[in-house]
Structures are given as C-alpha cells and as structure tokens.
C-alpha cells in the first residue's frame, strides 16, 4: 500500500512558482535577483476598484454568496461578453472561479472520461498539460513552431482531432510566446473545427489576456464565429487586464446553462464561494469607465517596454526572438547560446538524475551565476519539447530592471568558466 493515490504521480506544477525558493536561495546568498519568472503585472490595482474593495468591507459584504458567482458579477461578464464578441449569453451560463486556473482543469474533469483526447498548445500555459494524466485523458500537444509566429495550420489542427477528442483549448494571446491569431486564422481554426469535431467537443477558449494586444491589432475570440457559442467555453478573469493577481477572480462563460451548474456544483464542492467584496470590485472594474483609462495606460508601457527589450535581446548573439504581438512575454530561442557554451553535450554527458534540457541547465545557471530569473521551454509542456532551445522572459517589470535583468543574460551567455564551475558544483540540485 502506498500513502499517495496513484493520480498523485500524474498531476504537474507550474515552474514559475516552482524556481521561487531557488530565487530565496539565491537572494540570501548573493543578493537581489532580477525576477523575470513571474506573468504578473508590476501595475498597482487601479484605484477605483481598491477603493471599491474597501467600500464593500465596510458594508460587511463578507459572507457566504452564490457559489456561482454574485448575479451582479455575472450580468456585468455577461454584457461585456456580447457587446465584445456579439453573443446572446445570459448571466445564468456564467460561473465565477477563485482565478483563471480552476476552470482549466475543472473543464477536463467535468467532460473528459478515460481514454478521451486534449488538445493543447505547446508552448503553451502549463496547468493546461498537467491535468490531463490526472483525469485520466490523453494529451495531445499541438506545437507552436516559431517559424509560424507561434500559431499552427488549420491542416496541423485537423491532423490532431479524432474521434476521441474531447477537449481542445486555444489560447490567444498566448502565454509563453505573445503569440496573437488573426481573424481570419480563429475563422479557419473554426471550420475545421466544426468539420472534423463531434458536437459534444467543447473548445477552451483562454482569453486572459484579452486586452493586453499590441500594434493596433483587436482581440477576435472564436466564440463570436458563427456556430462556435454552441461549442466554445470562454474563459477569462481580472489578474492580467486589472494587475490584480492576489485577488482571483476568474471566469468561464459555458455554452449552456446546464454546463454551467456542473461547474457550479464543483465550486461547492472545492471552494464554496469567492469572496464577494472582490467579486463586487470585479464588477466595478468592468463597469467603471475608468478600467478602459487604466488598462490603456498600462498596455502601452508593455508595449514601450516590449519595443526597446524585444531590440535588446536580440542583440545578444546567440538569440534570436520573434517580436511578440501581445501579453507581455518575450520566447527568445537561445539555441546559438547553447551551441556556444556547448551546453547540448554537457547535458547528454551529465548522469540521468541530473539531466533536465540545455534550457534549463542555461536558466538555472542565469539564476544562481549572475541572479536573473527565467522560464525555460519545458516550464511550458514537457511533451515534445527536447531539442527545443527558448526561454521565457516576463516584460512586467520595471524598465530598468528589463535592461539590467538582459545585461545579466548577456552576461550569463558568455560566461563558459563560470558554467563549467555551476556543472561541477550543481547549487539547484541541493535540498533547500
């Protein structure tokens, strides 16, 4: 007999929570690390919805709710989801979750039996893959190339659905790799959807970053092609657009209301309810006039940052990036650092329990040789990922820290004695 249910074994993490106590480690014994790990908005939360925050605690507004979410909530997310993507949903096929990650993996569990198909990019957000074994599902990674922007073909699509496929999840625009698809990719992304799909498939659309869009491009979600509400579960939330990480809200609009109450019944059973002073705010961000002001402002910093950064990491020889068209992530491919600090042979000779991917060797030598956090490409799906050389820099931070957090990848890039000395000594591998 064993302690931990077999499922346990199944289930992933997220590294960009996973490399924080090495970030503590590191810290205490060298001093500041520049944190380019973390998707998180260095923004204060506007102020008319901490102020709202505060208005509701002083009411008292700090009891149990619907564990669907507050109707007033769910009727702003409901009006804002058809003037946007012009739907006719109503405030009943909408469930308020803790954040934008319990619908994810809730989703596979609610639809998806033994043996079903997931369909997920890869590069792609992680908690999407590390639920899929714990369901008892099939993953079915469908990769991003760069040489694609980091989209795919409607044909490579089609090659990956089959009778099995239950679940298929878009996310647009992408988390790692800015990646944005134009209309007409999501209008044909949709035919062969509705092509080759049963009618019982449910695509996940991830929308978080919805409004975080650069270059005078216009955020196009699925659901508003013709025939996908019946079959599209939009998902979204206040942590990206809001800068309001810590206060988890997140949403999915189901595309009826009996799925609706499925998931319903899940937040009972997991969460009972999300506090309803934060769900208010919620829906002050989204009514107040203001919000459209505060998220403008803050889109065209990253967009200013994501100009001068995406100009300076490209001048590190050895990297080569795609310009980003929205969130606020950089994907260098670093496969010319690799092969300058030999790094693909270093790996392969290094003992099995050692190994991890060249990436990952390079980001943890950033992290504890010249104290600059990053995201390696398996952070990002780990199924078909060897030989894939990228990194992910978040462009949420200060631009002083964006040019000093490059200087020390440059840095890192060069330094092959240093490497050598971190493969002899391995400091990432010691207990914390």
């Known amino acids: 007999m064993s302690l931990f249910a077999e499922r346990n074994y199944r ?24 944190k380019l790990n973390l998707g998180e908005p260095d923004f204060a939360v506007p102020k008319h919805i901490k102020d709202e925050i505060k208005r509701q605690l002083d009411l008292d507004n700090t009891n149990y709710c619907d564990p669907k979410g507050l109707f007033s909530l769910r009727e702003a997310i409901s009006s804002q989801i058809n003037q946007t993507r012009g739907l006719k949903t109503n405030p009943e096929q909408v469930v308020v979750f803790p954040g934008g990650k319990p619908s994810i993996g809730l ?23 590390s639920f899929i074994r714990y369901v008892g599902a099939v993953p079915v990674p469908l990769h991003l190339e760069e040489a694609a922007n980091f989209t795919f073909s409607p044909d490579q699509l089609a090659d990956k659905i089959t009778h099995k496929t239950k679940l298929i999840y878009l996310n647009f625009p992408s ?17 062969v959807i509705l092509e080759h799909c049963r009618p019982d498939m449910r695509v996940y659309s991830d929308e978080i970053y ?9 955020h196009y979600s699925i659901s508003s092609v013709p025939s996908m509400s019946e079959r599209t579960i939009i998902a979204s939330g206040f942590s990206k657009s809001y800068a ?19 998931l319903k019944k899940l937040n009972i059973n997991y969460f ?22 505060a998220v ?65 060797l390079f980001q943890m030598f950033a992290l504890y040789g010249h104290q600059v956090a990053v995201l390696d490409r398996k952070s990002f799906g780990q199924i078909g990922a060897e ?37 002899r000594q391995r400091p990432d591998l010691k207990s914390t």
Not at 113 to 123: N, Q, R
């Open 387 to 423: 030989g894939k050389h990228f990194l992910r820099l978040s462009i949420a931070s200060e631009q002083s820290l964006l040019e000093e957090g490059v200087l020390r990848i440059k840095n890192a890039a060069e330094d092959i004695s240093g490497l050598d000395k971190f493969l």
């Open 175 to 191: 988390n790692p790799t800015g990646g944005v698809a134009t209309r007409k990719q999501i209008e044909e992304f949709a035919n």
């Open 107 to 129: 989703a596979q569990q609610v639809y998806c039996e033994s043996g079903d198909e997931v369909i997920y990019p890869s590069p792609g957000f992680p908690i999407y893959e």
């Open 210 to 218: 919805e409004n975080i869009i650069f270059d005078g491009q216009q």
């Open 272 to 293: 009972s309810c999300v506090p309803p002073y934060n769900q208010e705010a919620a829906r002050e961000a989204l009514e107040n006039p203001l919000s459209k002001q």
């Open 11 to 34: 289930i992933d993490t997220e590294n960009a929570f996973k490399v924080g106590p090495h970030i503590v480690r590191v810290e205490q014994q060298k001093g500041e690390v520049i």
């Open 296 to 360: 403008k402002k803050m889109v065209d910093t990253f967009e200013t940052r994501r100009n001068l950064i995406w100009k300076q990491i490209n001048q590190i020889p050895g990297i080569c990036c795609q310009k980003p068209g929205g969130a606020f992530y950089l994907f260098p491919n670093i496969s010319g650092i690799c092969e300058y600090l030999d790094l693909i042979e270093k790996h392969q000779h290094l003992p099995i329990e050692e190994q991890s991917s060249p990436a990952n």
């Open 244 to 262: 309001w990480t810590g206060g988890r809200i997140g949403y999915a609009v189901f595309p009826t209301i009996e799925e609706a109450d499925v």
